[in-house]
Each structure stands twice: as C-alpha cells, then as structure tokens.
C-alpha cells in the first residue's frame, strides 16, 4: 500500500501541511524539521511531486511583482528597495515564492506583449503592480486575463475608480507633517516637492496647504519649491537659496534624500536643525539612523501596504472574502528635528 502524506505526517508527529511545506522546501519550515520529514519519507520510499500537486490545485505558489523597469538605477531606488524587502518577507510567510518583474518603457508594443505574457502565463497565481508608466491598455488586459492582481503605490492611469488600487494616504501625510510643526510654534513653513513625479507628491503640497489653512496661516505659492530627489540636490538647494532659511521657521521636505542634504549644507553654513530651524522629511528612510542628527520623518508603512495588499489576493486565490483596507495611513516617527518655538 502507498505512503501518503498523511502517513508521513502521523509518522513525523506533524501535520500534513507541514510536510508539505517541508518537502516543498517552504522557508516557513526549519531546516531541521525539513531534513527530518525528508528522511522519513525517503525510507518509506515516498515519491512527491511537487508539480503533480500543484496542477491538482491548479496554483503555482508564486506571487509576482512588476517594477519598474531598470528600478534598481532610479534615483528612488532606496524605496524599492524597501518595496522588495517587505514583498519577499510578506510573501515568503505565506509559504509563496516571491517573482520580480520588470517591464521595459521604450516599445509600447513590447509592453503589452510582456503584460500579456505574465497576465496568461498560469506560472503565477497573482501579481503585483507597482509601476507608475501601467497605461490603461495594460490595466485592460490584466482584467481579461482573470489573474488575480493589484495595482500599489502608483495609481494607474485610467479613468475607472479601482477596487484593487493599494495606496498610502500621501494627502494625509502631507498634513500631519506641517501640522506637527505648527503645533510646535511655526508659521513660516516652506515645503520642498520633487520635480519628476506628480500625483503623491501632489498630494502631500495638498496636505500641507490644508494644514496651514486649518490653523489660520497664509498659504504662500513662493513657498512651495521643486528639486530633484537626490542628496546632492538637496546641498545645492541650501547654497542657492541660503537668504530664504535665515527668514523662515521650518521646512517639511517631502522625501527624506535630499532634506539630509539640505541638513548638512546648513550646518556647514552655521544654520544648525533644530536650533535654528525645524525640519520634518518623509519616507522614514533607514538611512536616517547613520546621520548624527534623527530626523523626524512620515512613515508610509510600507510594511503594511504590502501585507494588506498580499492579503487581498490570498482571499482572491482561494476565493474568500475579508475585508481589508487599501488605503494605507502614514504615521509621524518623531525624533530631533523640531524644537519648539515659545
């Protein structure tokens, strides 16, 4: 008589997904634990196949996702690197396989054909998209193929409001950063956009002109200024604008890359956060931790939006239904960037 998993189980003293899990070498099992079911069912001469069990569900066990193309030499790479972090960890603890695509921006044929190819492939059980160039017809095409999918982050460019859309709330963000400083006594409040992209960091300038006009402060247009989104340019920034930080009060920078820039170049020119001015990033970035001074910063909660957004699609796979919020709300991380002013 055959061995079943069962048997290997009961023989174990485990259960059967934990056989299976282990002879599919999941990461959620020790190795020890693996190595032992393992050894069990090779004296028992229990044969497994992995791809017969998976064509019988008609799952593959693998959850992709799409960044953008050549995602690891954008300027905001450090966000994608948090992106992946959190895909391969979330992922990974469902028992999945984590699959990084990314999609090619010069040929608009070539796009779709590669869309078309991930959408229909049945290599995946579901896909993740967080690439800001996903055009409408791309949006179509995944909704013919039937593959459970996600649009994060980027919000895809299409008309229709999108019940699979997973979003940080950047409107709110934006107002929880100027508010804490108006709390804290500030009035002449700059804040500090990006040049490239439009709709997040549209909506953290709107966030903070809500605030001002919330708290009865003016809402200054020559206030509001665009630069890139590296270190260096937050440091070219201080030097060409060095008069306008000896007549304001705070700065909230809306992404944290060039406001540390922007800290170093001012102490280099006697201007010292928090002494003489309060500053407030965005992002949360890791990175903060190596600069002597912490700067208070809004978490995304990344980690979140990726676990909710996975979580969606478990239901979608195994066709259940939670309810699970999309639209992520960021947090202040107070640290030493802001004093208050009496």
Known sequence: MAVTIHDIARIAGVNSSTVSRSLNDSPLISEKTKNRIKEIAKDHNFQFNSNAQRLRKNKTDKIGIILPYKF?????????????KYFFEKVHQIGYSAIIESI??????????????LANSKELDALIIADYYIT?????????SQI???????????????????????????????????????KKIITITINDYKYEFEQRTA???????????????DFIFKIDITFDSGKKFVTEHLKLFQSI??????????????????????????????????DNQE????????????????????HNA?????????????????IIKPELAVYDSVRQRI
Request: negative net charge; aromatic residues 12%.
């Open 72 to 84: 690891y030499q954008k300027r905001t790479t450090q966000f994608f690197d948090i992106v992946q």
């Open 104 to 117: 090619r921006i010069e040929e608009k044929s070539a796009r779709l054909n590669q869309i078309f190819s």
């Open 136 to 144: 409408a017809e791309e949006v179509e095409i995944l909704k013919k």
């Open 148 to 186: 459970p999918h996600v649009f994060l982050y980027y919000q895809p460019k299409v008309a229709d409001q999108l019940d699979n859309y997973f979003q940080c709330n950047n409107f709110l963000g934006g107002y929880l950063a100027t508010e804490y400083l108006i709390k804290n006594g500030h």
């Open 207 to 221: 966030g903070y002109k809500k605030a001002l006009n919330d708290y009865g402060l003016s809402i200054n247009e």
């Open 249 to 282: 009060d705070a700065l909230f920078v809306q992404t944290d890359t060039p406001l540390l820039g922007m800290v170093q170049e001012l102490e280099r020119n006697s201007i010292v956060i928090p002494r003489d001015l309060s500053a407030v990033g965005y």
């Open 287 to 306: 990175i903060n931790q190596l600069f002597p001074l912490r700067i208070s910063s809004v978490d995304q909660k990344i980690e979140l939006l990726l």
């Open 310 to 326: 996975i979580q969606y699609l478990l239901t979608k796979i195994n066709k259940t239904e939670i309810f699970i919020d999309k």
